[in-house]
């Protein structure tokens, strides 16, 4: 192929990620979602050669991906995997309903406060047997992230992916333009490529995708306030009205007037597609940009750069990068087959079996061989290695209902008309108290 791939719309599937919101009237007509139900029946007559799978991983790459490693784990092992696929969206929405049934063996989810909200709630089971085999293959961090509240283990990391700032690198060659390292260099450069011509930063927020939003909202808040403060915000801690949340919107008011036009009307993917197409210069975002891109050439001038300083004091010592992977239900059917399949997902082998199909994420075992890593993927591993800290997103480091029902609905309308951010936080300040408690 010799130019750019157009993935059409209709064969992207459901989007990445999608959590939608009721607080400023936004989003209602989201809310009637499919119910995600188990493929696996329950009981003493389950198959102990059978092991079900709840996966969301619908779109085309990563339902590949996981039929690669579900396939070579049938043929080390002997057993089978029943796969319950299920879009992304409709995943998130009825991971609750589907856990408190009868849900599969095994299914896909997020770690850290995401993790641990299931494993307090006695909905998931612990997986302390499976770390005593795989545990030497992952860092301090990993284990962490892969604990509950309670101290053992629930979680099972398979990848994990940088947030940064993506941009082709033949369109700042053909414009001169470097790479910034501070906020007044970004918003100097955003403001340059519009007198170029260019929509500077690419935007698309419409429908489900207002999750896309919340990377350049983190980054701003990660770098102007630090980790702890911004840890301290998401989990309720800390009022929504403090000065540095204010700050927070006050200074992404600036670089506002520079995002693609429109935003509201676009999907997350088209407007990757605008970056990828050399209509916008910048596009905050996650390396799962790279699943839009089938044109190897096209792959190659795709570069990032990290989301520049804006307080000294903190640099840019921060990383968003989630991490996804794999739980056990709380009652799962076949308990020794789904432990000895948690053994083989978090395994060096199976990360770099996942990394060959689907070249968007990063295998967070340490013993899995960087060998086969393009060069995005290889950059995005020494920006994550080099974080001082590790921020997940904000859907997942905080609770999913208010940030799904205050926070980005509050933002998103914000957004259509950016000020200092006063009343818009303290909407949502006025929220805090029903989903956080002393």
Known sequence: MTQQSRIPLAARGPSRRRVTGGLFGLGAAALAAPVLTACGGGGAGSDPKTVTFGSNGADATPKKAYATVTDAFAKDSGLKVKTNTVDHDTFQKSITTYLQGTPDDVFTWFAGYRMQYFAKKGLASPIDDVWDK?????????????????????????????????????????HGYQVPKKWSEFVALAKKMKADGLAPITSGYGGGDTWSILGAFDYVDLRANGYDFHMSLLRGETSWTDKRAVAILDTWRELTPYYQASGGGRSWQDAAQSLI??????????????????????????????????????????????????????????????????????????????????????????????????????????????????????????????????????????????????ATLKKIESQRSRYFTA
């Open 134 to 174: 795989i545990g030497g293959g992952f860092s301090d961090a990993a284990k962490q992230l892969s604990k509950g509240a309670d101290g053992k283990y629930y979680f099972v990391p398979l990848y994990n992916y940088p947030w940064a700032v993506f941009y082709r690198k033949s369109v700042f060659e053909k």
């Open 277 to 422: 197409d050399k209509k916008s210069g910048m596009s905050v975002t996650g390396l799962f940009i790279g699943q839009q891109i089938t044109d190897e050439a096209v792959r190659a001038d795709l570069d990032f750069f990290p989301f520049p300083e804006i307080d000294s004091a903190y640099g840019q010592d921060s990383v968003e990068a989630p991490t996804d992977g794999f739980m056990l239900s709380k009652k799962p059917k076949n308990e020794d087959g789904s432990k000895k399949f948690l053994e083989f997902l978090g395994s060096a082998q199976t990360e770099e079996l996942y990394a060959g199909v689907d070249p968007s994420n990063l295998g967070v075992n340490e013993k899995t061989s960087t060998g086969s890593y393009n060069a995005l993927q290889k950059k995005s591993a020494e920006l994550i290695g080099s974080a001082k800290n590790i921020s997940q997103f904000a859907d997942r480091d905080s609770d999913p209902g208010f940030i799904s029902t205050v926070v980005l609905p509050g933002l998103t309308e914000w957004l259509s008309h950016p000020d200092d951010g006063t």
